[in-house]
């Protein structure tokens, strides 16, 4: 099993910035993907980012140019660099592995941290 643990959520002005920290345990060989989804009330949780373990990015296009995705193998971190926020950028933020075990595939979360940006 893989587990996420994240942190660096908060409350901050439009225009500012966080980090988010994403740790995995576990049976990290097996991780392929990790990413960041968002979900704000009364929405579908959607796709922010994500890195393989090749280290090849992906953004919506709603983050392209502010949110930057990366990763520390040797602390079996994701980070996720949150410039220029918005009021739309409130929501929770999940991280979130996909991997293959045992001819399976799989996806993990994390407990989701609340990013409430104020105007």
């Known amino acids: 099993q893989v587990q996420l643990v994240e942190s660096g959520g908060g409350l901050v002005q439009a225009g500012g910035s966080l980090r988010l920290s994403c740790a995995a345990s576990?049976?990290?060989?097996?991780?392929?993907?990790m990413g960041w989804y968002r979900q704000a009330p009364g929405q579908q949780r959607e796709l922010v980012t994500s890195?393989?373990?090749?280290?090849?990015?992906n953004y919506a296009d709603s983050v392209k140019g502010r949110f930057i995705i990366s990763g520390d193998n040797a602390k079996n971190t994701v980070y996720m660099q949150m410039n220029s926020l918005k009021p739309e950028d409130t929501a929770v933020y999940y991280c979130?592995?996909?991997?293959?075990?045992?001819?399976?595939?799989?996806?993990?979360w994390g407990q989701g941290t609340q990013v409430t940006v104020s105007s």
């Open positions: 979130n592995a996909k991997g293959i075990l045992g001819g399976m595939l799989y996806d993990r």
């Open positions: 576990g049976l990290i060989f097996s991780i392929n993907t």
């Open positions: 890195i393989t373990s090749g280290g090849k990015a």
